[in-house]
């Protein structure tokens, strides 16, 4: 079976053995444990373990008679030379964290992912990752699968193979070495940054087509169109079992697949297609000859059982899939539900599937790309993972916060969840609303509802003011994809998407504790509110850990110092999206966008100022290859200058002219000069803007805050820098208090005579702490204190 990349077979400097036994110094915090009753050992790859050929890091071994010890940098084993057990085997966490994991004891794993969210109504257990609370972690290697030559292998019972992650708070370093022995993620395709469109749903191509035109007309872009399993036949014969495997088009739905595929093209989208393979192919299968007979046997209606493990069957489903795709169909989405067995022991269809689909997908120099679930450590490298058929609750919602980054933590970074749930709960537009926020800022944000007909995600099928900010959040999603591009890029090169806080802040007690952030990228950490507004303040709220330093909402433009814990409340067109001093977010500056993700012609760069800053643009050709440029884009706090270089390497996959937008959200300032190539620019060139939000979505003000500065240069020829100037040492604005007080206190559920009463005291020339402390004694509900003292204590 084919793998990339890999090198299984550690240097025989890093091996420190006895008859039975194999330690294998990987680097210098992570190791290697191996036990074989039959005195024999594996280095062949594994699901998990394909590259194990590292440079070799220093380490010592000392023979203490009943006992070796084998010390890096990092940690020290301990070990009797015996099987293995927690009396005769330990690794110790070197340095300033007293952290021991013996053999067969729990560590103090942070956790990785889970197979799935089927039915999850809230959080389920999660499997290991590389990160430990203390210190360690560990990732049982002893049953998965081998790739062995051409084909699967499997392993010898009885043999142990444990690989121990002994970082201590290092938790970037040590997801590095799970990268460097389990090889890095994929680029994903640029499209698949965009709004998909899933819904489980019997379309026809005029009502699918009606849709597409429905989103077109909202100027809502979709880039992927997701297919449900009602593509194919679902009404058969029960004489040929169940229909949730089918390979034939049905035809009463979609009597030109060709055509509808085509068309879909022509809107700029891509198609998936739903996959249920357990059954097999039957007869009744249009494929069903061709299957048959590539197989030596004759098609006389005997059912071809799904056998994955058996070469022969492999590659005659996959080309059975190819012809599917000759139609249009561009990636699958394998939905596999049917356990985790095979003739073969321990070979996970599911992760046969996987491996097999998107190497499929990656050939002829594209970006491979699958729909499918995790299957375990080292299914990264087979993105996207589809998280299964959700409860729709706020629990739900909560725990697809905690999950998503969490999963960074065994390197698997591109979840797609079905925003708004699959099933259950009731109508609830503000679960709905939030969910499509957190989506936004999700790797993938996969719009999905099961077939209940009153189960819908459609924009237009709610009431104002949801059906706006839903519209909002998802063209900002397709606004985010430069960004999101470059992070994609990131991501390929060993750091996620999205990560837990203390992925940034190892030594800090509250990014532990603050499951419910995640960093969005490099410039961006969010805040979702996944809980139902108060009903006095009509506001939603998330309780919020702010790292040191000044931090903007970059959707309200609210200026937070750092190094604290804060209650956010956000009505429901917002939800705190924080960037600290010194961030840069580049954003394609349309408009109004269409549905498939380009380089853009126009592109818009969020700047905070308060400190120094760098961002590289990365955009590319979209294949496999990846013909590369980059731009460069610095600000310098001293000067307060923003300088964007002419882009760098292959430049001919960009537009040859190019408008750029700069925006400096809560700036106490405004521009001063503008320099094109080096040479300053007439004002009467530029266009300032009052009314333009930093990211958000359109024009009609539901993301936008009071005031901002803004500043776009239109027609760059592209081998011209940008110099924007706003004067040295710029600085934030303070926060218009009271606007903001009014504004909440406008929207609360309490008697206009205590509104009236509260806002004059707020407002009153008094020390701060006299005006909280009579807020205090005029026996508000505890919420109404808490969003009134938010706006006082943002900044200290």
């Keep these: 079976m084919r793998i990339q990349h890999a090198d299984p077979v550690a240097s025989t400097e890093a091996v420190v053995a006895g008859d039975h036994y194999r330690l294998t110094v990987l680097t210098d915090g992570l190791i290697r444990l191996e036990f074989s009753p039959d005195g024999a050992f594996e280095d062949r790859a594994s699901t998990f373990a394909i590259n194990r050929r590292l440079p070799v890091p220093d380490f010592t071994v000392s023979d203490a008679g009943t006992h070796l010890e084998l010390t890096t940098a990092r940690l020290r084993v301990t070990y009797d030379r015996q099987p293995f057990s927690a009396n005769g085997l330990s690794v110790a966490v070197r340095g300033p964290i007293d952290a021991v994991w013996r053999y067969g004891q729990p560590s103090d794993d942070l956790g990785g992912t889970a197979r799935t969210l089927d039915n999850a109504d809230g959080a389920v257990p999660l499997g290991p990752g590389v990160a430990g609370r203390r210190g360690i972690a560990v990732i049982d290697d002893s049953e998965s699968f081998l790739f062995d030559g051409e084909w699967i292998g499997t392993r010898r019972p009885g043999r142990l193979d444990v690989y121990v992650f002994a970082y201590g708070r290092d938790v970037s370093d040590a997801l590095q070495a799970f990268y460097a022995v389990s090889g890095l993620p994929p680029v994903l395709p640029r499209y698949a940054l965009g709004n998909w469109w899933s819904r489980f749903y019997p379309y026809t191509t005029e009502s699918y087509q009606e ?14 169109s997701v297919i449900d399993m009602d593509w194919h036949l679902t009404e058969i014969d029960p004489e040929h079992g169940v229909g949730w495997t089918g390979y034939t088009w049905n035809q009463e739905l979609f009597p030109d697949p060709e055509a509808f595929l085509t068309w879909l093209h022509d809107q700029g989208m891509r198609v998936t297609l739903n996959l249920h393979p357990a059954e097999g192919v039957r007869s009744f299968e249009a494929p069903y000859p061709a299957m048959a007979r590539a197989l030596g046997r004759e098609p006389d209606g005997t059912p071809i059982p799904f056998d994955i493990t058996d070469a022969r069957f492999a590659e005659a489903y996959l080309d059975m899939h190819r012809d599917l795709e000759a139609q249009g169909v561009d990636f699958w989405w394998i939905d596999w539900q049917q356990g985790e067995h095979t003739r073969l022991v321990g070979v996970d269809p599911l992760w046969v599937l996987n491996h097999l689909h998107f190497i499929d997908s990656a050939r002829d120099e594209r970006r491979g790309l699958i729909l499918s679930r995790y299957a375990g450590p080292g299914s990264h490298r087979y ?27 065994v390197g698997y970074g591109w979840w797609s969840h079905d925003i708004g749930g699959h099933f259950g709960g009731v109508r609830d537009d503000e679960l709905t609303t939030r969910w499509v926020q957190l989506g936004t800022f999700s790797p993938v944000l996969r719009l999905h509802s099961g077939r209940n007909p009153f189960l819908t995600k459609e924009p237009w099928s709610f009431e104002e003011p949801v059906r706006g ?104 067109a917002s939800v705190p999206v924080l960037a600290p001093a010194g961030a840069i977010v580049p954003t394609d500056g349309a408009r109004s966008l269409g549905n498939e993700p380009v380089n853009p012609e126009h592109v818009e760069v969020v700047v905070v100022v308060g400190a120094d800053g760098e961002f590289v643009l990365v955009e590319d050709d979209d294949t496999a290859g990846g013909a590369l440029a980059g731009t460069t884009i610095r600000f310098d706090q001293a000067t307060g200058r923003l300088r964007i270089a002419p882009p760098e390497g292959e430049t001919s996959v960009l ?62 020829p592209l081998t011209s820098g940008v110099v924007v100037d706003v004067g040295p040492s710029p600085v934030l604005h303070d926060n218009p208090v009271d606007a903001e007080l009014f504004r909440r206190i406008d929207r609360a559920r309490i008697g206009h005579e205590t509104k009236n009463r509260l806002y004059r005291l707020l407002t009153a020339p008094i020390p701060v702490a006299s005006r909280l402390s009579g807020m205090q004694a005029l026996g508000l509900a505890p919420e109404m204190v808490n969003a009134l003292s938010e706006v006082f204590l943002a900044r200290a």
């Design 655 to 716: 537009p040859r002219r190019r408008t750029w937008t700069v925006t400096f959200p809560a700036l106490a300032g405004n521009v001063v000069q503008v320099e094109i190539g080096g040479a300053q620019v007439d004002g009467s060139r530029l266009e300032t803007a009052s009314d333009t939000a930093p990211v958000r979505g359109d024009t009609a003000g539901r993301l936008a805050p009071a005031a901002r500065c803004s500043i776009t240069v239109p027609d760059v």
């Design 383 to 409: 993105p996207v993972g589809f998280s299964g058929d959700t409860v729709i609750s706020w629990d739900s919602l909560a725990f697809q916060v905690a999950f998503t980054a969490t999963a960074a933590n």
């Design 211 to 224: 849709v597409v035109r429905r989103f077109r007309s909202e100027q809502v872009p979709i880039s992927v």
């Design 469 to 572: 900010v839903i519209d909002d959040f998802l063209r900002l999603r397709h606004r985010l994809v430069p960004y999101l591009h470059t992070m994609n890029h990131r991501a390929a090169s060993g750091t996620p998407l999205v990560r837990p806080l203390y992925h940034a802040h190892p030594g800090t007690t509250e990014a532990y504790e603050r499951s419910d952030q995640f960093l969005f990228g490099s410039e961006v950490m969010l805040a979702p509110i996944t809980s139902p507004h108060d009903e006095v303040t009509q506001l939603g709220s998330v309780r919020t850990w702010l790292p040191e330093g000044t931090w903007v909402d970059l959707l309200t433009e609210l200026v937070y110092d750092g190094g604290r814990e804060i209650v956010m409340h956000r009505d429901l």
